[in-house]
């Protein structure tokens, strides 16, 4: 008997698929890991702060365009690139794959040092489908598109078709494979965002037959599943909306979650993510780095068309249908928001929901966006940040430029510290000119100075809206970094104490290791207790603080 089940068992083994990568090589590929409250992309055994930048759409698609592109990426103090990968070019006739600019990228990126992270332009693209190749384009028996509610077909592959969904997931299965095979022991390429965009455009759902059916017909039982194992931990607009149609735990789509087109957005989000997902997993089998969707999000006020399911893709990874990606499509690691919006903050903090990692893999890349960068990673614990359009920002001495230069001297202290509570910024600017934060037992302030202090220097800084880097080093010592504030300190166990600065220096970190400049101290410290960090330069200081009586 013992035998019988050895041989069946011995036999098991030898018949199972060999996995692609084994555990003990997965381990020292790309990964995210958790430090505190912080989730870290771990490359190469550290973790990695992506100071980033994405390529417009077509440049990836020529080699010779970015050879002149490179050296002038790197001068731009980056170190990752954000490529776009299209399925039209990959894989140009059914089953004939063409690896020729994935090579081409990788060797770029390695010659100057570079990161890349590459975004795969598969079915969809900003709501639409049109870097899918022409026998994709061209079949619609065989691919469907999305219908709108008059039945009319719209340029967009519908959620609903297997067939779609299977060829998309072989593409880019072979596309891992083959950077497995050409860069699994290298770890050049360290994510991939699947898809780009995603959702419906126009009308707020798929109303083709198939579609209409699926949401006539239950609620699929995973998610169902999924809602009631996390009752308590759903997103508040969804738990809102499925108490207010009385917790049912099966129905249609409209008996669970009420009818509206918040429903048709949540309805299309779980297809996206079960589509997205699927293609996600399809390439994990074959080299499992993180993967991440972007999204394209509602926009403000001063755009109302812009505001509803179908003004912006329905059924992308929004924060209010978050919940629905979770359930659909546990290969995607992180949901990322596309930051093209004003109020980044609320933005930061819908996405830190329900411990998802934050990642910007797209925003802007001006002053404004340095102050955003910087907040990514030591306010929200991010993993990086990446302005859209690096082709246009090339520049050592732009804003972006010189805005990563600081980030990548202080890096290692940030990552040493995330999701630790010993690391944190503020933002300020003309319409929130004073913001306070508390780090270890100081409450530590930054003004908004947008004019210098110095009256010979008059001119004002160009920019509108600075963070202030806090990092706490020991119980009163700290590094702080930024441009355009002024920095005071208060006891935040003590408030009969006042706090002084028993000294301050600036200087740089070369290296990683502190090579300090001036000793600060009278018109250089305002008020002869605060730090200024003048508007012409990011700069950054340590001090050492003192209470008194
Ligand atoms: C958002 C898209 O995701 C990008 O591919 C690009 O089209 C930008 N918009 C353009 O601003």
């Not at 003004?311 to 359930?327: F, H, I, K, N, T």
């Not at 990514?376 to 614990?381: L, Q």
Request: proline share 7%; net charge negative.
């Amino acid at each position: 008997m013992l035998l019988r089940t050895f041989i069946v068992t011995a036999i098991l083994i030898l018949l199972a698929p060999v996995p692609a990568m084994t555990q003990a090589n997965a381990a020292s590929i790309p990964h995210l890991a958790k430090q505190g409250t912080a989730t870290q992309l771990i490359v190469d055994g550290k973790p990695y702060l992506v100071l980033g930048a994405e390529l417009n759409n077509s440049s990836g698609s020529s080699l010779e365009y970015m050879r002149p592109l490179w050296p002038k990426i790197a001068a731009t103090n980056l170190n990752t690139v954000l490529a776009t990968t299209s399925w039209e070019l990959l894989e140009p006739e059914e089953g004939r794959f063409d690896f020729s600019l994935v090579d081409g990228l990788i060797d770029g990126a390695r010659r100057y040092n570079l990161h890349l992270i590459m975004i795969w332009f598969g079915s969809w693209k900003n709501g639409k489908s049109t870097y899918q190749p022409a026998w994709v384009k061209t079949n619609q028996q065989r691919f469907p598109l999305i219908q709108d509610e008059k039945g009319k077909g719209l340029p967009t592959l519908s959620t609903l078709s297997d067939s779609s969904r299977d060829a998309d997931a072989r593409a880019f299965a072979a596309l891992m494979k083959h950077i497995r095979e050409v860069d699994g022991d290298f770890h050049t390429v360290i994510m991939m965002q699947v898809e780009n965009e995603v959702g419906v455009l126009d009308p707020p759902r798929d109303f083709s037959p198939a579609a209409n059916k699926a949401f006539a017909g239950p609620v699929p039982k995973e998610f169902m599943d999924y809602l009631q194992n996390h009752k308590d931990t759903l997103i508040p607009e969804l738990h809102k909306r499925w108490e207010a149609a009385g917790f049912k735990t099966s129905g249609s789509w409209e008996e669970v979650f009420g009818a509206g087109m918040d429903t048709d957005e949540l309805f299309m989000a779980w297809n996206y993510g079960r589509y997205v997902g699927h293609v996600a997993a399809a390439g994990k089998a074959e080299y499992p780095i993180p993967m991440f969707v972007n999204t394209w999000l509602r926009q403000g006020p001063d755009k109302p068309n812009e505001r509803k399911p179908g003004g912006y893709p329905s059924g992308g990874p929004l924060p209010e249908v978050m919940d629905a990606w979770r359930a659909a499509a546990p290969a995607i690691d992180i949901l990322s928001p596309d930051v093209h919006v004003p109020n980044y903050d609320d933005w930061c903090t819908w996405y830190k929901q329900s411990g998802n990692p934050l990642f910007i893999p797209e925003s802007r890349g001006d002053a404004r966006g340095v102050a955003h960068a910087i907040a990514t990673a030591a306010k929200y614990d991010g993993i990086g940040y990446s302005p859209f359009g690096i082709d246009r920002l090339v520049s050592p001495d732009g804003e972006l430029g010189k805005g990563y230069q600081l980030l990548a001297q202080v890096a290692p202290l940030i990552l040493e510290r995330q999701g630790l509570g010993k690391v944190t910024a503020v933002l300020v600017d003309k319409d929130t000119p004073r913001s306070k934060v508390r780090l270890g037992d100081y409450t530590i302030e930054a003004r908004f100075a947008p004019r210098s202090q110095d009256p010979n220097a008059p001119v004002a800084s160009p920019v509108d809206r600075v963070a202030g880097l806090f990092i706490q080093l020991g119980p009163d010592d700290y590094v702080i970094a930024g441009r355009s504030i002024n920095v005071y300190f208060e006891s935040a166990t003590d408030t009969t104490q006042s706090v002084g600065l028993v000294s301050s220096d600036e200087g740089q970190y070369v290296e990683g290791r502190w090579v300090p400049g001036r000793r600060l101290n009278g018109d250089e410290t305002p008020d002869w207790r605060a730090l200024w960090f003048p508007g012409d330069r990011y700069s950054i200081q340590k001090v050492k603080l003192y209470r008194y009586r």
